[in-house]
């Protein structure tokens, strides 16, 4: 049987179905993972989205025309049986499953395998074949906890709040930064956040998910400001919105921080390893939980993946997509990954 799913150069293509999977150019029909910009875009006739992501998409978007589907509901198109799956990403994540003539593929979108508590968690789905990201797929990537992360930035933000300095968090707008609040301890001080994050934390609200209670700036005096923290898109750093809160301590929030030397480009005061992607130990627990032979490794560390996924024994190659240039910690990836790669290959040759 021909492969169900191919690259073209509108993005990944479903051939018996006859439909897109987070298409980078405009097409007719479109199932979309979740909402982040470059697994999202405008001009597409048709989308299928989880019913959970629906508003989050139309909130990015504007007026699309977009049907929501159940996890685990199922729909019939061209003879494919299209299911979606949590990916524990973000709000409204998904991973696609699509079955033709007993043969099931599943593409993941982004994933991460920690629970958190603004989204359903990831949930493995068995497939012959399963297309994956590999966003931190390198074995130096090795997440804590969320909670030890938590404690640490409610740690920070007490101990500046008790000099009198307004605390500045910097996580994208959406996803990064609800998770964020939802770890913060509000006992400590007003939470406040930017104009483009407090939209979303409504959608979240909307959609279930126990945030906090936030303000805008305007809301708080200059006294109260020196107790708060300020969550903020990187966008908003070095910019005019910034100098309201005068001597300030900031931090960015990302997986990226692991990385010797991405605080310092930044030019932050702490760098805080929180992901919403799969780490290493991560990204190999889903690919083996969901039994596949076949493995497709997409945006990320393709070669150091696909070679080690080899040299486990499974079939593995990669697809060339034009994912990665979106809301989520791309801002500070290292170009290239020169670190990281001397890492894996000093991994490589101490596990030999």
């Known amino acids: 049987m021909a492969d169900m799913v191919v690259v073209r150069k509108e993005g990944l293509y479903c051939v018996p179905g ?3 999977i987070d298409p980078w150019r405009p097409v007719e029909r479109a199932v979309i993972t979740h909402a982040h910009g470059d697994h999202a875009r405008y001009g597409h006739g048709k989308y299928l989205t989880a019913a959970s992501g629906v508003h ?5 978007l504007g007026d699309i025309q977009v049907d929501g589907l159940q996890y ?3 729909v019939v198109h061209n003879g494919v049986t299209v299911s979606l799956h949590p990916a524990g990403h973000v709000l409204g994540s998904a991973q696609v499953r699509m079955e033709y003539q007993g043969e ?4 993941s979108g982004d994933y991460k395998i920690e629970p958190d ?3 359903a968690p990831f949930e493995p789905v068995r497939c012959d074949t399963f297309i994956t990201e590999s966003t931190f797929g390198l074995p130096i990537y090795r997440w804590e906890p969320e909670q030890s992360i938590f404690d640490d930035i409610n740690r920070w933000w007490k101990k500046n709040a008790d000099e009198g300095r307004p605390s500045v968090i910097f996580g994208y707008s959406f996803g990064k930064a609800q998770r964020i609040l939802s770890g913060l301890d509000p006992s400590i001080g007003p939470i406040v956040c930017h104009g483009a994050v407090e939209p979303l934390n409504r959608v979240y609200r909307e959609g279930g998910v126990m945030l906090p209670p936030t303000l805008m700036v305007s809301d708080v005096d200059k006294a109260a400001l020196k107790q708060s923290i300020i969550v903020a898109p990187p966008s908003a750093s070095g910019s005019p919105w910034m100098k309201r809160f005068g001597d300030y301590s900031d931090a960015f929030a990302s997986g990226w921080m692991q990385l010797r030397g991405a605080r310092r480009r930044r030019g932050v005061d702490r760098g805080f390893v ?3 992607h799969a780490d290493w130990p991560g990204l190999m627990s889903a690919i083996a939980a969901t039994g596949a032979q076949r493995i497709i490794v997409t945006h990320g ?3 150091v993946m696909v070679k080690w996924l080899c040299q486990q024994g499974l079939d593995a190659a990669g697809f060339d997509t034009e994912y990665g240039d979106d809301d989520d910690d791309v801002g500070i990836a290292p170009q290239p990954a020169t670190e990281a790669e001397q890492a894996v290959e000093k991994q490589e040759t101490n596990d030999a």
């Open 117 to 119: 508590k603004t989204c």
């Open 72 to 74: 685990g509901e199922t």
């Open 104 to 107: 099931v593929w599943v593409a």
């Open 18 to 20: 006859g439909f897109y």
């Open 274 to 276: 929180l992901s919403d």
């Open 301 to 303: 560390s393709i070669p």
């Open 56 to 60: 989050v998409l139309r909130s990015r």
